[in-house]
Nanobody, 117 residues
């Protein structure tokens, strides 16, 4: 079974930094890796994504502050979050999109990020 394991969340002060990691125990290629987040009372939104060709997208609110990257050998996606703001507080979910024989849309368990003084 495919399992995505997230790490790196926690409590940080405004202006601080965190790096989220999400690793999958799979041997096949992942077409698109992404990070979503869901704040209390709000819907889940796409924060950032990266294709297997290295093309990245970011939601406007995190541009210039967050950086998504991937390590294909380790089947891992990272989200470096700098200059964090209280409005970044949310549960963050990684998502892997696979379009080959193991086609699927796989999700991590969610990890809490809290930005507060």
């Amino acid at each position: 079974q495919v399992q995505l394991v997230e790490s790196g969340g926690g409590l940080v002060q405004p202006g601080g930094s965190l790096r989220l990691s999400c690793a999958a125990s799979i041997s096949f290629s992942i077409n698109v890796m992404g990070w979503y987040r869901q704040a209390p009372g709000k819907g889940r939104e796409l924060v950032a994504s990266i294709t297997n060709g290295g093309r990245t997208t970011y939601t406007d609110s995190v541009k210039g502050r967050f950086t998504i990257s991937r390590d294909n050998a380790k089947k891992t996606v990272y989200l470096q979050m700098n200059s964090l703001k209280p409005e970044d507080t949310a549960v963050y979910y990684c998502n892997f999109l696979v379009l080959d024989a193991f086609r699927g849309d796989y999700w991590g368990q969610g990890i809490q990020v809290t930005v507060s003084s």
